[in-house]
């Protein structure tokens, strides 16, 4: 089935509509597959899987919501699948696990074969619960909170008085970072893992010679340092191919990090949008981890360097979606036709700036007070933790009474062009009154994504020649065929 004649279904009057659940759950140590529906349903020979009965228990919920931050804040997109428990059979699945379990769900007709229903939600069930007498629910998440849990956990291990610290990961153009001190007997330091090249190596921020090993990411001092701290200029992780770009280091961090069981694999990825985002963003970053940062954290950070953020589309793969006017793609037209009547609401005015500062170049190891023989231009970066660049509009900061001087917003940036192109484009957004509008859509919007561009016209609020705006926030009601969409204009 095409996407249009899915949307004609949606839109039809005479759709009946239905989902399909298909959920994974631990029974007493086995794990199972619970086939739900919110209609009798009943495969046949010739489906996948063939001859099943879906059970009709599916009574409400299927309302999922995802939505990109206009804080930049990583968020997880859920919602929740309401089930008939009104005779109590179902209270024997309050003490099964469900927790970080697979669930899918898939939107069609009755009549329709299976392989006709269309994927609407791919993601995990983060808990299972009750809420009243006569239902259960399961709480769902999107794949991301499988990315919720640390990018490693390896320590040095050994007899070393460093056995229980963890080996740090550097990803990309990492400076003056802290390297582990794996072997005292040797004075050998290193990483986790293979490493593209060690720039240059420090003692006390004066250069020093080392013997390298970047194929272990290690290296050896050629003298004992006394006490002084060694610190090091990294290209890091190497794995596969060397690429200091956000998309690849995304790619990289999603599907070799983390625990091996909740890893994604290429198939959880949406490979032609990273594609299409690192042709448009290739700008080198650094970011390294030295801590139990989590898989989702640091890809939210490298993300959120150039305004973007990591989302999964509503068939459970990773994109990469920046805010940013206009959007994504040709601009769908939006106006009365495709809301409920009276429906357009203003949900939120967007502060002015009148400046932008972007912190860049990250120096991990902040030395103050060095007393080695470098130049004090050296000395005085080595004590400070980030560099940083201004963009100002003095005709915005006159007109709204505005200060020059705004929070700095780090980021995983390494050149100050990089950095200033950036304040520079956040400012152009953030100069100008913006506003997040609200609506309830037709069946049709339902097809719409994340970071979509469209054209905003409406009876009300100046909207009446249409503005470009793009999609931030949707809240999907499979069953009643119901969809909120939030976009910035």
């Given at each position: 089935m095409t996407d249009a004649q899915f949307s004609n279904w949606l839109q039809s009057a005479a759709a009946v509509r239905m989902v399909l659940v298909e959920a994974q759950v631990n029974v007493a140590?086995?794990?199972?597959?619970?086939?739900?529906?919110?209609?009798?349903?009943?495969?046949?020979?010739?489906?996948?899987?063939?001859?099943?009965?879906?059970?009709?228990?599916?009574?409400?919920?299927?309302?999922?919501?995802?939505?990109v931050s206009l804080t930049g804040e990583a968020g997880l997109s859920g919602g929740d699948i309401e089930l008939d428990?009104?005779?109590?059979?179902?209270?024997?699945?309050?003490?099964?696990?469900?927790?970080?379990?697979?669930?899918?769900?898939?939107?069609?007709?009755?009549?329709?074969?299976?392989?006709?229903?269309?994927?609407?939600?791919?993601?995990?069930?983060?808990?299972?619960?009750?809420?009243?007498?006569?239902?259960?629910?399961?709480?769902?998440?999107?794949?991301?909170?499988r990315l919720n849990t640390p990018i490693s956990e390896t320590k040095l291990g050994g007899a070393t008085p460093n056995k229980d610290a963890m080996l740090p990961v550097p990803f990309g153009e990492c400076h003056n970072v802290t390297p582990l001190l794996t072997d005292p007997a040797?004075?050998?330091?290193?990483?986790?893992?293979?490493?593209e090249a060690m720039?240059?190596?420090?003692?006390?921020?004066?250069?020093?010679?080392?013997?390298?090993?970047?194929?272990?990411?290690?290296f050896r001092l050629v003298t004992d340092?006394?006490?002084?701290?060694?610190?090091?200029?990294?290209?890091?992780?190497?794995?596969?191919?060397?690429?200091p770009r956000i998309a690849p280091l995304v790619r990289?961090?999603?599907?070799?990090?983390?625990?091996?069981?909740?890893?994604?694999?290429?198939?959880?990825?949406?490979?032609?949008?990273?594609?299409a985002f690192d042709a448009a963003h290739p700008q080198t970053v650094g970011l390294h981890i030295a801590d139990r940062t989590n898989q989702a954290q640091a890809i939210q950070q490298l993300a959120a360097s150039v305004g973007a953020q990591a989302v999964m589309s509503r068939t459970g793969q990773l994109r990469l979606v920046q805010v940013a006017l206009p959007g994504i793609g040709v601009p769908v037209d939006v106006g009365p036709a495709q809301m409920k009547e009276r429906s357009l609401r203003v949900a939120q005015r967007l502060p002015v700036a009148a400046a932008v500062k972007i912190g860049f170049d990250r120096n991990w190891?902040?030395?103050?007070?060095?007393?080695?023989?470098?130049?004090?231009?050296?000395?005085?970066?080595?004590?400070?933790e980030w560099l940083s660049e201004t963009v100002v509009d003095e005709a915005v900061r006159a007109r709204y009474r505005l200060s020059d001087d705004p929070v700095q917003v780090?980021?995983?940036?390494?050149?100050?062009?990089?950095?200033?192109?950036?304040?520079?484009?956040?400012?152009?957004?953030?100069?100008?009154?913006?506003?997040?509008?609200?609506?309830?859509?037709?069946?049709?919007?339902?097809?719409?994504?994340?970071?979509?561009?469209?054209t905003l016209q409406g009876e009300r609020f100046g909207l009446q020649d249409g503005v470009p705006a793009v999609v931030m926030r949707l809240s999907r009601f499979w069953l009643t065929g119901r969809v909120t969409v939030g976009v910035l204009a």
């Open positions: 140590g086995q794990e199972a597959t619970r086939y739900l529906a919110s209609r009798p349903y009943v495969t046949g020979p010739l489906d996948t899987p063939p001859n099943t009965e879906y059970q009709p228990l599916v009574t409400g919920g299927l309302a999922f919501t995802e939505q428990n009104r005779d109590g059979a179902l209270d024997g699945w309050l003490a099964d696990v469900w927790m970080n379990r697979a669930i899918k769900v898939w939107a069609g007709d009755p009549a329709w074969p299976r392989a006709e229903f269309r994927l609407v939600f791919d993601g995990i069930v983060f808990d299972v619960g009750s809420a009243g007498r006569e239902s259960l629910n399961l709480v769902l998440r999107d794949k991301l909170q040797t004075l050998e330091y290193g990483f986790l893992g293979a490493v720039v240059e190596v420090r003692s006390n921020g004066k250069p020093i010679e080392v013997m390298h090993a970047v194929t272990t990411g290690r340092p006394f006490s002084t701290t060694i610190t090091a200029s990294v290209q890091g992780d190497n794995g596969g191919a060397y690429a990289r961090i999603a599907t070799a990090y983390g625990k091996p069981a909740d890893r994604f694999a290429d198939a959880d990825l949406d490979l032609a949008n990273l594609a190891t902040v030395q103050p007070s060095l007393t080695t023989s470098i130049p004090p231009a050296h000395a005085d970066l080595y004590a400070t780090d980021t995983c940036l390494k050149t100050r062009v990089d950095a200033r192109t950036e304040a520079a484009r956040r400012l152009a957004l953030a100069k100008l009154p913006r506003t997040l509008y609200e609506f309830d859509g037709e069946p049709d919007m339902m097809m719409l994504e994340l970071g979509q561009a469209v």
